[in-house]
């Protein structure tokens, strides 16, 4: 490959040509001091809040404290290239980040710069960081669904597009991990996705993109890295950044499904700004305003009204609890600002149901709005049944004698909480979930051996897709549990059974 | 660095306040001698306070009383200083406020700047101007703004040609090194662009 120099040469020569040069009129400052991350200057009188500036080495600032002698600037960059005595001028525009399409199958860092190597972004749009989310009228109620493929999720705390429903846990339980399956369940769905890594390891997030990568996620997935290393500024637009990125398709009609991974790393980074910004530090010595930090980046995820075009923006924010501690000051704001919340427990990982959900505490307030209504039919007392099922399964431990009502519903418990289990990267079409939960709830593996279950089920859906394509097809065009197709499951469950073998 | 001493104000908040307060005082209190305590004034702390520090810190020192500091300077400015500007340089010291001197003084001139309707601009050229072009840039900055210039003026030889005009925080470039970097930002950005849209016209196999 080789450039032709005529061809530059008249590119530039018709770039001189056409050139106009205006006086250069800027309002500047002087940077007083520089620390971790921000700059305190002087001068800069008209600087708005939130408008950018820029250093002599080309780093971009953010105007974030106007105080009577200074402007506090946060520095999205290197804070090493910025000196005492620099001149810093105003730009008069708010940050903005590159949006469309050309961002699907990036991974790009907080402002939209590419990071993987691919050259730069292709995109002619530009949308501000910072905007304040749609209003009451500009919105409608959430009644579609959005399908995570994980049927404990589905099933009993279903989302639907335009909801925010949180998930925490504890390190290590699978809130990632529930997030990627999600995302790849999306495939072929149109819901375009964004994975925001905030103050994550490098490595991991690695992972993630390997994931995504290796499932055919990244084919419509933008993931955003500010990892651990990048400074406290770059952290704490992250979230906002990816905002920007997803709400453009909201605005244009479309679906998007965004990961914020996770928001109590974005509560520290701003923590740690606010402080050397001597904001008063109040619980935890976060700032009295990082509840507004949370509310007005998730207040943005919505589903429009049909005027607008009937968009959505689901968003899946993750916070990290600290030894199953919800009540701290983070995990308490951020569960009041969501729609619901799946709940990941230690214990429950370990003892190997995964995904660790507890179903007794997980929520999701948009609720049966939000299921197809095959699914509400079939899993509409899941919930409670669970709940009522570890109750009884505590009561049971004690080793008392039971009589045969109370053993087969412990009986059932068992093979719905082995049913629900689900392994990591394999989510399941809503349809296969209807027929595994159906074939559970209504007893079809109340004679299966309880480490069968999962074999069973395999080998069921496997049956049922090959045999039994039509109820299959009747299902997806109805969405309804008619007599016809319950009929048709019921059939074809009586015919798998008598050939099934339970594993040894 | 240079830039930085331009920046005369004091940038501890209190002290800034106090000075205000106490220069919009004096000049109350000056009456019809305005220009001649303002400049006393300023002598006070570029020929005094600058050359001897030890000085300041006297005046600002709580282990000297108070009458020691007034006879001090009335040894020191007796005479040579009006009597109004020698009486309110007591009143400082017997309020606590010495060290806000400095403060007052820059508030003052800077006060009597506007009273008199007059814009301080620095004035940066690659070459040293002459007074054609001074009265040249005055009187466009009388038209532009109303009000009659004084030019600080300094040379950077990298400007390579034109001026640029400070005002308070805003710069006006009107020099041959800014329009150049104007220019190669467009030329980059217009080379990108067209990289951009076709990119396969750019390349020869």
Redesign the interface.
């Known amino acids: 490959m080789k450039f032709n120099s005529d061809e530059i040469a008249s590119v530039i020569q018709k770039e001189i040509e056409t050139f106009e040069s205006k006086m250069d009129v800027r309002e500047v400052g002087t940077v007083l001091e520089v620390s971790d991350g921000i700059a305190r200057v002087y001068g800069l009188s008209g600087v708005m809040s939130g408008e950018m500036v820029q250093f002599p080495s080309g780093v971009i600032g953010l105007a974030f404290n106007l105080e009577e002698n200074s402007v506090g600037v946060i520095i999205l960059g290197d804070y090493l290239t910025i000196s005492e005595g620099d001149e810093v001028k105003s730009l008069g525009k708010l940050l903005s980040v590159p949006v469309g399409d050309g961002v699907i199958g990036r991974v790009l860092d907080p402002l939209g710069n590419p990071l993987d190597g691919r050259g730069p972004v292709e995109s002619t749009e530009q949308r501000p960081v910072e905007v304040i989310a749609a209003g009451v009228a500009e919105r409608q109620p959430v009644h579609e669904p959005l399908q995570t493929g994980l049927k404990c999720v589905d099933a009993m705390t279903p989302i639907g597009r335009g909801q925010r429903e949180l998930i925490i846990g504890d390190r290590k339980t699978g809130k990632t991990a529930v997030a990627i399956d999600a995302i790849l369940n999306q495939k072929d769905t149109g819901v375009k996705c964004f994975y925001v890594a905030i103050g994550q390891k490098d490595s991991s997030v690695a992972l993630v993109i390997e994931a995504l990568r290796k499932y055919g996620a990244m084919d419509y997935t933008t993931v955003i890295v500010s990892g651990a290393s990048t400074p406290a500024p770059l952290q704490y637009i992250a979230p906002y950044s990816g905002t920007a990125m997803a709400e453009h398709f909201m605005f244009n009609g479309q679906h998007a499904l965004i990961v914020y991974d996770d928001l109590s790393k974005q509560a520290v980074a701003y923590r740690q700004l606010s402080l050397l910004m001597r904001r008063p530090p109040g619980r935890e010595a976060f700032p009295g305003d990082v509840f507004y930090c949370h509310s007005r980046l998730l207040e943005r995820s919505s589903k429009l009204s049909k005027e607008l075009g009937g968009g959505s923006l689901t968003a899946l924010p993750i916070i990290e609890t600290l030894e199953g501690e919800v009540s701290a000051y983070i995990p308490t704001n951020v569960i009041s600002i969501t729609d619901g919340q799946i709940y990941l427990q230690p214990d429950l990982f370990f003892s190997g149901i995964r995904p660790a959900m507890n179903a007794g505490i997980s929520v999701s307030r948009v609720g049966g709005a939000a299921q197809i209504k095959a699914m509400k039919k079939v899993a509409g007392g899941l919930r409670l049944d669970l709940a009522s099922f570890r109750e009884l399964e505590a009561f049971a431990q004690l080793g008392t004698d039971l009589d045969p009502a109370t053993q087969a519903r412990l009986d059932r418990g068992y093979r719905m909480v082995e049913l629900l289990k689900q392994s990591q990267y394999a989510p399941l079409s809503v349809y296969d979930q209807i027929m595994s939960i159906y074939a559970a709830t209504r007893g079809f593996m109340d004679d299966i051996p309880v480490k069968s279950v999962r074999d069973f089920e395999a080998k069921y859906l496997q049956f049922m897709r090959d045999r039994k394509n039509d109820i299959i097809t009747k299902l997806k065009d109805t969405n309804d549990l008619t007599a016809e197709v319950e009929a048709g499951i019921r059939a074809g469950l009586d015919e798998f059974k008598k050939g099934y073998k339970p594993v040894a | ?1 240079a ?2 001493t331009q ?1 005369q ?1 004091a ?1 501890d ?1 209190d002290e ?1 306040q106090v000075g205000a307060l106490y220069a919009k005082a004096l000049l109350g209190a000056a009456g019809g001698k305005t220009d001649e305590i303002v400049s006393q004034l300023e002598a006070v702390v570029t020929e005094c306070l600058d050359r001897f520090p030890a000085l300041e810190q006297a005046f600002g020192s709580p282990n000297i009383a108070q009458e020691e500091k007034e006879a001090m300077l009335d040894r020191i400015f007796g005479g040579k200083l009006d009597r109004l500007l020698l009486n309110f340089i007591k009143v400082l010291c017997r309020r606590g406020r010495a060290e806000s001197l400095r403060a007052v003084q820059v508030t003052a001139s800077m006060l009597r700047d506007e009273q008199l309707g007059r814009l301080h601009v620095q004035v940066t050229s690659a070459l040293v101007l002459d007074d054609a072009q001074r009265s040249a840039i005055r009187a466009q900055l009388k038209t532009a703004f109303g009000k009659d210039a004084v030019l600080e003026e300094s040379t950077d030889a990298a400007l390579l040609g034109g001026i640029v005009l ?1 005002i ?7 020099s041959v090194l ?2 150049m970097q ?2 190669r930002q ?2 980059l950005s ?3 662009r ?1 990289m ?1 849209s076709n990119f396969d ?5």
């Open positions: 660095m830039e930085q920046h104000t940038l908040g800034q400070r308070g925080d805003k710069v006006y470039d009107g800014g329009k104007q220019l467009s030329v217009g080379v990108q067209s951009r016209a750019l390349i020869s196999s």
